[in-house]
């Protein structure tokens, strides 16, 4: 038999065999196993929590802002693949481009060539920052921060960055070196030797400043954990602090960009800010193809591939690859025609204003923050003495215990799924899809306006769980 016999059918037939694959047989045949199949192969912990929380929900399907189980009941996203959905799921415009890219006989990831797919997308995320002028791709968001790490120490010759506490830029080493939360950084030490600073602590940035080693600073616009964003007037007195002591700004805008805060980027907001470093990635992908970028100044990029000797000094093996070009240029030109930026400063603020119309309502609610449709809530110690007992009961047990009770029954209950925006924080992130208007705004608002009440009422199944939550976080101990 030939080598190419034995490998079958050279023609274009191949999967016409018997023991051709059918994805849609193996998932009807063992879709039902799901969650077992993750306890005993993946993280064993993941279907354990979910069940606990009673988040181990069986979805068939998704479109748009939406789930559907299989009795036909639909859920409202809002958490968006943590932002990953900023089109929402299944967009037609990016299902189109990829089967287009899929049927195209393209000579994809030849290494030694130059395809059109990556400079056109680079051509058209460069649009939106004119101060920049290259882009390297990767395929997510901790790449796209370690890229831009890479990149100013390169360019600096200095070793540290500093960084914001409570900060998340990613989980790979170099990433996490950055990462301002703990629990996170726990066990894995020895990590990179970076420095934290308290956001908005300009004081503190100048004294690191002043030591001389320092490549850069890493922000992001508005810290995903918490929604808290910098204070007005410090990314641009950074900056200026900066260039005076030849260190770099990098955004982190992975999370916060692309139209997410009604700006392209987050840190368009405050005037005359221009990074010379940007991470961009989640939404990038239309929700298919995973692909990250960093993008920056042509001095950085020249001075890390400075000759022909260093032209694969820094690179990705599945970067630039057509699948994910054509799904980020199929994702700003959705972002385009249907204005999804000024749909999230529009809908975001509508969705924003009625929830802060809440605050004086119910003592439990302490906060409404953010930009765009990306949205903190914020729960406090209340004043009466019955819903003050409660409370510290579930403090004294776990910070955060709250929050995680109003998430649940927004899911069970009302079928809006959402998340507590990081561990020990009584604060409830919102990132829906950029898509949503005004009657996932009115489902939203109903449905917590109800568990609000709940809560405030002493009793029903928001305590019941409490109690529940309190057992478990005391047996953890």
């Given at each position: 038999?030939?080598?190419?016999?034995?490998?079958?059918?050279?023609?274009?037939?191949?999967?016409?065999?018997?023991?051709?694959?059918?994805?849609?047989?193996?998932?009807?045949?063992?879709?039902?196993?799901?969650?077992?199949?993750?306890?005993?192969?993946?993280?064993?912990?993941?279907?354990?929590?979910?069940?606990?929380?009673?988040?181990?929900?069986?979805?068939?399907?998704?479109?748009?802002?939406?789930?559907?189980?299989?009795?036909?009941?639909?859920?409202?996203?809002?958490?968006?693949?943590?932002?990953?959905?900023?089109?929402?799921?299944?967009?037609?415009?990016?299902?189109?481009?990829?089967?287009?890219?899929?049927?195209?006989?393209?000579?994809?990831?030849?290494?030694?060539?130059?395809?059109?797919?990556?400079?056109?997308?680079?051509?058209?995320?460069?649009?939106?920052?004119?101060?920049?002028?290259?882009?390297?791709?990767?395929?997510?968001?901790?790449?796209?921060?370690?890229?831009?790490?890479?990149?100013?120490?390169?360019?600096?010759?200095?070793?540290?960055?500093?960084?914001?506490?409570?900060?998340?830029?990613?989980?790979?080493?170099?990433?996490?070196?950055?990462?301002?939360?703990?629990?996170?950084?726990?066990?894995?030490?020895?990590?990179?030797?970076?420095?934290?600073?308290?956001?908005?602590?300009?004081?503190?940035?100048?004294?690191?400043?002043?030591?001389?080693?320092?490549?850069?600073?890493?922000?992001?616009?508005?810290?995903?954990?918490?929604?808290?964003?910098?204070?007005?007037?410090?990314?641009?007195?950074?900056?200026?602090?900066?260039?005076?002591?030849?260190?770099?700004?990098?955004?982190?805008?992975?999370?916060?960009?692309?139209?997410?805060?009604?700006d392209f980027f987050a840190y368009q907001h405050e005037e005359g800010v221009e990074p010379d470093l940007v991470c961009v990635a989640k939404a990038l992908s239309g929700g298919y193809v995973p692909v990250g970028a960093t993008l920056g100044k042509d001095w950085i990029f020249k001075k890390v591939y400075s000759s022909m000797d260093r032209v694969l000094v820094h690179s990705a093996s599945f970067g630039s690859n057509a699948q994910a070009m054509a799904a980020g240029l199929a994702t700003l030109a959705v972002m385009e025609d249907e204005q999804l930026t000024a749909n999230a400063r529009h809908t975001g603020e509508l969705l924003r204003s009625r929830l802060a119309g809440l605050v004086d309502r119910y003592e439990l609610l302490r906060d409404v923050r953010g930009r765009g449709l990306m949205i903190g809530i914020e729960f406090g110690k209340p004043k009466s003495l019955a819903l003050r007992s409660r409370w510290t009961m579930l403090q004294a047990a776990r910070k955060g215990l709250f929050a995680q009770m109003v998430v649940v029954p927004l899911l069970q209950r009302h079928r809006i799924l959402t998340q507590v925006s990081g561990d020990h924080l009584e604060v409830i992130k919102l990132i829906p899809p950029l898509i949503i208007g005004e009657r996932e705004v009115d489902r939203f608002v109903r449905a917590f306006t109800e568990v609000m009440d709940d809560a405030h009422n002493g009793g029903g199944l928001i305590w019941d769980f409490g109690r529940t939550l309190v057992k478990q976080a005391v047996a953890v101990r």
């Open positions: 038999m030939t080598s190419a016999e034995s490998f079958g059918p050279l023609d274009g037939a191949a999967g016409t065999g018997a023991k051709g694959f059918d994805l849609g047989a193996l998932l009807a045949e063992r879709g039902a196993e799901r969650y077992a199949l993750h306890a005993r192969h993946l993280n064993h912990q993941l279907p354990r929590m979910l069940r606990t929380i009673g988040f181990d929900k069986v979805y068939e399907r998704a479109e748009g802002a939406y789930f559907w189980d299989s009795e036909g009941n639909d859920y409202l996203d809002m958490l968006a693949g943590f932002g990953v959905m900023g089109l929402g799921r299944h967009h037609p415009v990016v299902r189109k481009a990829l089967h287009d890219v899929l049927d195209a006989p393209l000579a994809d990831l030849v290494r030694f060539d130059c395809q059109p797919l990556p400079g056109l997308l680079a051509e058209r995320l460069l649009a939106h920052v004119p101060h920049l002028d290259r882009v390297f791709f990767g395929n997510t968001g901790a790449e796209a921060v370690e890229t831009a790490l890479k990149f100013a120490r390169y360019a600096t010759g200095r070793p540290r960055i500093i960084y914001c506490a409570h900060a998340f830029h990613g989980l790979t080493t170099g990433s996490l070196s950055v990462n301002g939360e703990d629990v996170f950084r726990e066990g894995f030490a020895p990590l990179l030797p970076d420095t934290a600073i308290e956001m908005g602590d300009l004081g503190a940035l100048e004294r690191e400043l002043r030591r001389g080693d320092v490549a850069a600073l890493i922000v992001e616009p508005i810290q995903g954990k918490g929604v808290t964003a910098t204070p007005p007037g410090f990314l641009l007195a950074a900056q200026e602090l900066l260039r005076r002591h030849k260190a770099l700004l990098i955004a982190d805008e992975v999370q916060t960009g692309l139209g997410r805060t009604g």
